[in-house]
């Protein structure tokens, strides 16, 4: 019977080389998922906060403020009430929000050409007064920007109805999105 030949230092250093370069593109590849995924996350939550505004302003005849702060690790968003203190369950989410996965915020709307770092939408007066434009939510590690429209008038926000614009195309896709439709299609 022949013997065989143990491996040599070299052949287990190259197997050990190419284990390590498929580890560590796996690892990156999942960290950006990781990162993608709380990204979604956060706009989601926002998404969320923004439709507890919404309803505390029309369930109570509540004025709420919105506000977003851009600080050094993510934005923090405060829902503010106006005039009444808002009851619950609504009341345990008036507070600081940090969220930690967006890194950027702009408005773009009727009154004012583009707002970015601090940010206020209002819901006034049961739906007679309400931000109308484009809410932006950026990541450092994710190119496109989160776009969430606010219609100006109560209306659901809905997860995953966003449109995804790269913020520097962002000049150019402004004239081709429509904004706001002359005819409002009815909910059936």
Do not use: C
Not at 32 to 59: P, Y
Not at 93 to 107: D, E, M, Q, R, W
Request: aromatic letters at 8%; hydrophobic letters at 40%; charged letters at 30%.
């Amino acid at each position: 019977m022949k013997r065989r030949r143990p491996f040599t230092l070299m052949e287990v250093m190259v197997v050990l080389a190419i284990i390590a370069l498929i580890t560590a593109a796996g690892t990156v590849s999942i960290g950006r998922l990781l990162s993608d995924q709380r990204f979604r996350s956060s706009v989601a939550s926002v998404e969320e906060l923004l439709q507890i505004a919404q309803d505390a302003m029309l369930l109570y005849g509540n004025d709420v403020d919105v506000i977003f702060r851009e600080v050094d690790r993510g934005i923090e968003l405060e829902l503010r009430s106006v005039l009444k203190q808002v009851k619950p369950p609504l009341s345990r989410y008036f507070t600081n929000h940090h969220l930690p996965a967006i890194h950027g915020v702009a408005f773009e709307g009727e009154e004012e050409e583009n707002r970015e770092g601090e940010i206020e939408l209002e819901f006034y007066g049961s739906g007679s007064t309400m931000s109308r434009g484009l809410l932006f939510l950026g990541n450092r590690e994710r190119g496109p920007w989160s776009a969430i429209p606010l219609y100006g008038y109560p209306h659901r926000f809905l997860a995953g109805k966003r449109r995804e614009l790269p913020f520097r195309e962002r000049e150019d896709e402004r004239a081709s999105v429509v904004l706001y439709p002359e005819e409002i299609p009815d909910a059936e």
